[in-house]
């Protein structure tokens, strides 16, 4: 049996065939499920250890086993760094109202109705397609279904994405479309 740090964190022990047959083992049945190699692992682990200071902290421990030419094999042990758990926001992603106006009208009378709800949106832009107004709006959290009573009384939600609009499109006003507009009416 030869044991080796290779790196502090990690231990190289080869057994020889003869070393396989003195712990009545063969290659084929190392599996970790096995009660009794779990055992004879943790028995090399603990002898190496004694020799060479390797020590198993708190972190996970990879055990590979490979075959060797001679007939034994060689056990790696690798110490894994403990993770620092990464502290996610959750942050919500607000999805887009785009409502289409037939003219211009119908688009002012929405805004003028609005302006006074602009505690309420995020942001809002204007864009002309095909000789529509399209107003895209991000409302606030919870905030969706009195904009959409509002809008449809003007205008019908449709389902098309801003980026189609910015590439197809002609942007009238950008990010605060409601209250730019609404100051003026």
Aim: charged share 25%; proline share 3%.
């Amino acid at each position: 049996m030869n044991i080796e740090l290779v790196e502090p964190q990690r231990l190289r022990i080869s057994l020889q065939s003869t070393d396989l047959k003195s712990l009545d083992l063969t290659f084929d049945e190392f599996d970790y499920e096995n009660p009794r190699i779990k055992r004879v692992l943790w028995s090399l682990l603990s002898d190496a250890s004694k020799q060479t200071g390797f020590t198993v902290g708190k972190g996970k421990l990879l055990i590979e086993v490979f075959p060797a030419f001679t007939g034994g094999c060689i056990i790696y042990f690798t110490q894994l760094e403990i993770e620092k758990t990464k502290t996610r926001v959750k942050t919500k992603k607000t999805v887009p109202c785009i409502y289409r106006f037939d003219d211009c009208d119908s688009m002012l009378s929405a805004v003028c109705r609005l302006k006074t709800d602009t505690d309420i949106i995020d942001k809002s832009s204007l864009y002309l397609l095909d000789g529509h107004y399209m107003l895209v709006i991000y409302p606030k959290a919870g905030f969706i279904g009195s904009l959409g009573a509002v809008l449809n009384e003007y205008g019908c939600k449709v389902t098309v994405h801003e980026s189609f609009l910015s590439e197809h499109a002609t942007l009238l006003q950008e990010t605060k479309a409601i209250e730019n507009i609404g100051c003026y009416f």
